[in-house]
T-cell receptor, first 114, second 108 residues
């Protein structure tokens, strides 16, 4: 399966712990987007990355959240000191070009904070 | 940023009925996609349609970019069509801006 791969699919953390979500884009794609979906809501854009660069992080909370897309390996969304409000589904999407490319989504990582 | 409005917010259909979902957006776009989020939460690409008309089986979509709207047609609906349909026009960095979705329930 050459689709967008996300792991873990489900993650449970206690308040104050760290959550790390990983995303491997489709083969040949170098553009990665992270979105968050709260229950019963649409997806909200968080951050757009290319290899080794953060292009747009306008949707990401200023504190506790960070993202990277290293030269080798998957993109990682990191949430430090999680709170209950961080409980959500986090989706990753990839594209093969800037601005007009079709985005393909992974199956999401569902974070539950106890 | 781009504002996206989808209508109707909720739709209940009898199996076999047809429906039209509408998406209005506030700015010109170079990208627009329709997705179906199934009851298991998976996002399924339906159409990549920044302009024009496309058809795929019982589904078709039309985007009139100059008038800033897109339509998704579902014909002969089936229970497996149930879920939430999202319209997502493209933002300035290529990211998609999602509407709140249309929640469709198809009854047998």
């Amino acid at each position: 399966n050459a689709g967008v791969m996300q792991n873990p699919r489900h993650l449970v953390r206690r308040r104050g712990q760290e959550a790390r979500l990983r995303c491997s884009p489709m083969k040949g794609h170098s553009h990665v987007y992270w979105y968050r979906q709260l229950p019963e809501e649409g997806l909200k854009f968080m951050v757009y990355l290319q290899k080794e660069n953060i292009i747009d992080e306008s949707g990401m909370p200023k504190e506790r959240f960070s993202a990277e897309f290293p030269k080798e390996g998957p993109s990682i969304l990191r949430i430090q000191q999680v709170v209950r409000g961080d409980s959500a589904a986090y989706f990753c999407a990839s594209s093969d070009r800037f601005y007009t490319g079709e985005l393909f989504f992974g199956e999401g990582s569902r974070l539950t904070v106890l | 940023g781009i504002q996206v409005e989808q209508s109707p917010p909720d739709l209940i259909l009898q199996e076999g009925a047809n429906s039209t979902l509408r998406c209005n957006f506030s700015d010109s776009v170079n990208n627009l996609q329709w997705f179906h989020q199934n009851p298991w939460g998976q996002l399924i690409n339906l159409f990549y349609i920044p302009s024009g008309t496309k058809q795929n089986g019982r589904l078709s979509a039309t985007t009139v970019a100059t008038e800033r709207y897109s339509l998704l047609y579902i014909s002969s609906s089936q229970t497996t069509d149930s879920g939430v349909y999202f319209c997502a026009p493209g933002g300035s960095q290529g990211n998609l801006i999602f509407g709140k979705g249309t929640k469709l329930s198809v009854k047998p």
